[in-house]
Nanobody, 124 residues
Framework: QVQLVESGGGLVQAGGSLRLACLAS????????MGWFRQAPGKEREFVAA????????FYENNVKGRFTISRDNAKNTVYLQMDSLEPEDTAVYYC?????????????????WGQGTQVTVSS
């Protein structure tokens, strides 16, 4: 069992930055692929970024490429999402996820564990 707790959300002006963190419980963090997803009001949850268990491979949704960076620190059981050049369209609840996911499914919601989410609001 893995418990995930996100932090770092908040209100920021367009063009600003935020850094989200997701702290995972348990001793097997380094064996899990990790993902960030987001859900805006009235919309489905969508993929944002993912990083494989070793940190050697990263994946991004097209609209965030070049603006967001996912990273992990296995010694701290934490995955990060650095978000720069934020846009009002990035406003959503951001969720952290963990799982041992086939590579072809790493951008889907095929993760076993989910956090409660953290709100990110970008004002124009």
């Amino acid at each position: 069992q893995v418990q995930l707790v996100e932090s770092g959300g908040g209100l920021v002006q367009a063009g600003g930055s935020l850094r989200l963190a997701c702290l995972a419980s348990g001793s097997s963090f380094s064996t899990y692929d990790m993902g960030w997803f987001r859900q805006a009001p009235g919309k489905e949850r969508e993929f944002v970024a993912a990083i494989n268990w070793s940190g050697g491979r990263t994946f991004y949704e097209n609209n965030v490429k070049g603006r967001f960076t996912i990273s992990r620190d296995n010694a701290k059981n934490t995955v990060y999402l650095q978000m720069d050049s934020l846009e009002p369209e990035d406003t959503a609840v951001y969720y952290c996820s963990a799982g041992r996911v086939p590579l072809v499914e790493i951008t889907t919601t095929s993760y076993d564990y989910w956090g409660q989410g953290t709100q990110v609001t970008v004002s124009s």
